[in-house]
């Protein structure tokens, strides 16, 4: 029988919730990482879809936990919550996919598809569309340098702090404000004026 602080792990044991003390045990039993892909991978998934489509999306997520497996006996076991090092690997595999990224948000600016948009777009029916607020979106997001659509989509659809973002992605947290700052400006450009903060608020640590 397990606690609320454990979870079942295979073979029934009990394992326990917290992302680190999961990764310390696969050390000696590595069958145990299959219970982070089981938690964590349907996010990763998510925002990996978000990013790529659902075609791209499967290997990169598949990869980001063949990467982490390979890589745990690095993982730095004081961090109780492995997203952000899971997302800046899946991160870096999706840098490997930068034209199909690209491709996918241009098609998105021109049909006003917005799946991939829609966590931008849900307030701002008052002044734009929400279809055209995607189109527009869609197009700013292709323009914007890599390393700044990185940080933005890693707040604004992976839902990790700033200080999570900078973990993810091995940069100091002041280069995370600067970079989702700028990225925000040149979408408040694109929206004409609509001020893109409102619509994704930075995560509390709490």
């Given amino acids: 029988m397990t606690t609320s602080s454990q979870a079942a792990g295979p073979g029934g044991k009990a394992c326990p919730s917290d992302d680190a003390a999961v990764i310390r045990l696969s050390g ?8 982070l892909f089981r938690r964590r991978a349907p996010e990763i998934r998510r925002y990996v879809t978000r990013r ?14 063949l990467v982490a497996f390979r890589q745990r ?19 870096n595999l999706i840098s490997h996919h930068r034209r199909s990224e690209t491709r996918l948000l241009r098609v998105l600016a021109r049909t006003g598809r ?15 569309s929400a279809g055209a607020a995607g189109r527009l979106l869609a197009a700013a997001l292709a323009k914007l340098p890599p390393q700044h659509r990185d940080t933005l989509l890693l707040v604004a659809w992976g839902e990790l702090t700033y200080e999570q973002a900078a973990l993810a ?32 608020e930075e995560p509390s640590d709490g």
């Fill in 28 to 35: 000696d039993e590595p069958e145990q990482f299959a219970v």
């Fill in 52 to 65: 790529l489509g659902a075609d791209a999306a499967e290997d990169v997520v598949a990869e980001t936990f």
């Fill in 73 to 91: 006996s690095g993982y730095d076991l004081a961090r109780a919550d492995a997203r952000p090092w899971l997302y800046g690997i899946a991160t």
């Fill in 114 to 128: 917005d799946p991939v948009t829609e966590p931008f777009t849900d307030r701002v029916d008052a002044q734009v």
């Fill in 169 to 200: 992605l091995g940069i100091p947290v002041g280069t995370v404000r600067s970079r989702v700052s700028r990225a925000r400006t040149n979408l408040r450009r694109a929206l004409g004026g609509i001020d893109p903060s409102a619509l994704h």
